[in-house]
């Protein structure tokens, strides 16, 4: 993946340092910690079969382009669900894109249907994604992302969680 897109590499590091800290704030425990940290640095995994023309296109992607987009997610968890050490983290790549409200991908859960660690990952994946540079937009300020989190908390995110990451972050 870092061969393709070097942005990714880095982006799943802070993801998954973020993540583990909000979980162990919200005290969940040191094995499903561990769990969440797994599956932030493979949350993009499955971008490996997104093609580089659609990974760093200049510009907003057509409806074709947002569809293949989100086959990511089932992609990265087929992959890792081979793998038995991975059997508690591919679910929560699989759920990383679902949103609190059930307007999210690829399976339309809502509230605590959607995995824990995954909701996790979606705000911090969001939060680390407007704080930083793409081809396509500058990098927004740190207060600026957070008002955001805040304006979507209880519609894309939850609530909770964006509490924490306010609270870290501040
Ligand atoms: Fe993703
Ligand atoms: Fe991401």
Redesign the pocket.
């Known amino acids: 993946m870092e061969a393709k897109d070097p942005y990714t590499a880095e ?1 799943e590091n802070s ?1 998954a340092d973020l993540s583990v800290r909000v979980a162990a704030h919200l005290g969940v425990d040191p094995r499903e910690q561990q769990t969440i940290r797994y599956a932030a640095l493979l ?2 995994f499955g971008k490996i079969a997104v093609p580089a023309e659609i990974l760093n296109k200049q510009g907003p992607l057509d409806d074709d382009e947002w569809a293949v987009m989100r086959r990511h997610t089932i992609v990265g968890a087929q992959l890792l669900a081979r793998i038995p050490f991975f059997e508690a983290v591919h679910p929560l790549v699989r759920s990383a894109h679902e949103h609190w409200d059930g307007g999210g991908y690829p399976d339309g859960l809502a509230g605590t249907s959607i995995p824990l660690g995954a909701r996790i990952i979606l705000a911090c ?1 969001a939060l680390h ?1 407007m704080t930083t540079d793409r081809p396509y937009r500058r990098r927004r300020p740190l207060s600026d992302a957070l008002r955001e989190l805040q304006r979507c908390s209880g519609s894309q995110f939850d609530p909770a969680i964006v509490d924490v990451l306010v609270a870290e972050q501040t």
Do not use: T, Y
């Open positions: 982006h993801v949350h993009d994946d994604a």
